[in-house]
């Protein structure tokens, strides 16, 4: 059974910093795109950032851009989001997702999802 499962959401201060990861099983991420999404109440999902299988960095959205960092493990099977200088406005449900040969930001394009992990960025 294929498997994404976030960790690392919770709760920090406006500027501070959290790492979430993404633990991928029944299938190797070798040859997926790996992508966050976030999704805050009463919004849609948008596309926070992307990596290629080959670990290129195809997208960050602007909003997160230097600020944000993605990377990828496809040994380990895993995703990492980095988030430094948090803001209020980062305050989502992250999700996890993977896509078959490469980067995408639509929703619609994703073979697999997590179930999310909630970043709650407040003072």
């Known amino acids: 059974q294929s498997q994404l499962v976030e960790s690392g959401g919770g709760l920090v201060q406006p500027g501070g910093s959290l790492t979430l990861s993404c633990a991928v099983s029944g299938f190797s991420t070798f040859y997926y795109g790996i992508a966050w999404f976030r999704q805050a109440p009463g919004k849609d999902r948008e596309a926070v950032s992307c990596?290629?299988?080959?670990?290129?960095?195809?997208y960050y959205a602007d909003s997160v851009k230097g600020r944000f960092t993605i990377s990828r493990d496809s040994d380990k099977n895993t995703g990492s989001l980095l988030m430094n200088y948090l803001k209020p406005e980062d305050t989502a449900v992250y999700y996890c997702a993977a896509r078959y040969r490469y980067c995408s930001t639509r929703v619609e394009d994703m073979n697999y999802w997590g179930k999310g992990t909630l970043v709650t960025v407040s003072s």
């Open positions: 990596i290629a299988p080959t670990g290129d960095v195809a």
